[in-house]
């Protein structure tokens, strides 16, 4: 095949009618709609905060000192930006996947098959990493109730000389079978564990409060504004999966109005949470003592009331969020390799819907066992790298497709559009580079070698098989691929699905 062919093949766009005809056809996603503004808004929530909020100041304040109130901030700012830049992509096409398939249409196919290995880089790793951390609470809490706790062989990988970490793995299985019930059942799950979550937080806050003492501030910034910018990098961990809302966009009821809406509720919710830890916990405690810090905020508690139900109730929570996060996630992640897969740029498989549940449960199935494998087997520092990168390159993708669709669509229907455009999408390419120039050598590099490795794929497969490729007529996109274990047409699921 001649160059130019391969660059026409890799630069073919999906039309924005068939895109939002997926969207706005009940049938033909084969996805129920029962997703309102709320429960949206505490899907991007729930996946946001979690694991981070609970570990990250015993790696990023011995980087920044009391000034990583200024790096939340940072990090706030660039999740801000790219969550801005995903609200109008979402106005615009509210599809599954909606990175993915706004970068399907502007970008060109490659690149939407690229956006789409971040994605599911962000959403796996990410589930396993939490998974692991999951395990050190679950141990920590038995630790406080009953003095008894897994032994290390069976909470530790290989590599930290145990044989399988079995609570991570029991977590991704446990938010598996609660998946396969149907998006409105662990939605409604969900919403519980995000009020218990930020109650958690709330109490941090309100008790933290009363030890502030402002001589713990100085010096401010003791390692200058490298040391906020290396802080925020690792910060930014805290803020993925703020961007799963559009991952949902075929399940949203009136997708063009309430994706946006509840993308920026969501956002402000967790900024405003996470910068109000950071100023209590920065202000309880000198900076010097959070450096190698475990459970730095059950501490903190404990230092302030001098009692040990602090702790209890804080790892408690920590526990319920970090679940209610991996349940997000993996969900996230499915949905993304559903729209892949609907577009025939990977397997059938992974888009067939089951009749009475209406979720692709193969796909949930295979996503979970992947995600357990690794949180198994795997430490949590070598996953946790990985994470932020694929976020990052996800937000880019994202903002360049809103600046392409603004040249290449500007009268397309948007029911959000960026304020100060192009300014916005810019800032949101120039922070995001800007945190991905902190990150370490070694995970870039290996953030290379798996875009490589996604690209072969593509050329492999997903290039030969596209059904944008082979011809087929766009209108029908939404139902190519989608059909239950036993063949039910697309047409059937309307009617069949249950929960």
């Not at 602090?310 to 349940?327: D, K, M, N, R, Y």
Request: aromatic share 8%; net charge neutral.
């Amino acid at each position: 095949m001649a160059l130019s062919e391969y660059a026409q093949q890799m630069l073919r766009r999906k039309s924005i009618d068939a895109l939002r005809a997926v969207a706005e056809s009940g049938e033909g996603a084969g996805l129920k709609r029962s997703l309102g503004v709320t429960r949206l808004a505490l899907i991007g929530v729930s996946s946001t905060i979690g694991t981070g909020i609970f570990f990250i100041f015993g790696v990023a304040t011995p980087l920044a000192g009391p000034a990583v109130v200024l790096a939340f901030i940072l990090a706030g700012l660039a999740a801000a930006l790219s969550a801005l830049c995903y609200a109008e992509l979402v106005s615009a096409l509210p599809t599954a996947g909606s990175a993915y398939s706004a970068a399907y249409a502007a970008l060109g196919e490659a690149a939407a098959f690229l956006v789409a290995s971040c994605l599911l880089l962000e959403y796996g790793v990410a589930t396993s990493a939490i998974a692991v951390t999951w395990g050190q609470y679950l141990n920590q809490m038995g630790e406080y109730l009953f003095g008894w706790s897994l032994p290390h062989i069976l909470s530790a990988p290989p590599a930290q000389g145990g044989l399988v970490n079995l609570p991570a793995v029991t977590l991704i299985g446990m938010a598996c079978l609660l998946l396969l019930r149907g998006a409105r059942e662990s939605a409604t799950v969900n919403a519980i564990m995000v009020l218990v979550k930020v109650g958690v937080l709330v109490m941090f806050i309100t008790v933290g409060a009363t030890a502030f003492n402002v001589e713990n501030l100085q010096p401010f910034m003791p390692h200058g504004v490298a040391g906020v910018g290396a802080a925020a990098s690792v910060i930014f961990f805290a803020y993925v999966g703020i961007d799963s809302i559009a991952t949902a966009g075929e399940e949203a009821i009136n997708p063009r109005r309430t994706l946006p809406l509840a993308t920026m509720i969501a956002f402000f919710v967790v900024t405003g949470l996470y910068v109000a830890v950071a100023i209590v916990a920065v202000g309880a405690q000198p900076a010097s003592e959070f450096a190698g810090q475990a459970a730095g905020l059950a501490v903190i508690l404990q230092n302030v009331t001098q009692a040990r139900w602090p702790s209890i109730v804080l790892t408690a929570g920590a526990i319920v969020s970090i679940f209610s996060i991996a349940l997000v996630l993996l969900f996230s992640q499915t949905r993304v390799l559903y729209a892949v897969s609907r577009d025939g740029l990977l397997p059938p498989l992974f888009c067939r819907v089951d009749a009475r549940t209406g979720v692709p449960a193969l796909n949930t199935v295979t996503v979970a066992a992947l995600s357990a494998v690794l949180s198994g087997f795997f430490p949590l520092g070598i996953l946790a790298e990985m994470v932020s990168v694929g976020t990052l390159g996800a937000f880019v993708m994202a903002a360049l497709s809103v600046i392409a669709l603004r040249v290449r669509q500007p009268d397309l229907p948007r029911s959000f559009r960026l304020p100060l455009y192009p300014f916005t999408p810019l800032a949101s390419i120039g922070l995001c580079l800007y945190l991905l120039s902190g990150l370490a050598p070694l995970t870039l590099g290996l953030f290379g070698l798996w875009l490589v490795a996604a690209g072969a794929v593509y050329v492999r497969y997903g290039m030969r098989r596209s059904h944008l490729g082979a011809g087929k007529p766009q209108d029908d996109l939404a139902g190519v691929g989608v059909a239950t274990h036993d063949g039910v047409a697309p047409a059937a699921l309307a009617a069949g699905q249950g929960g």
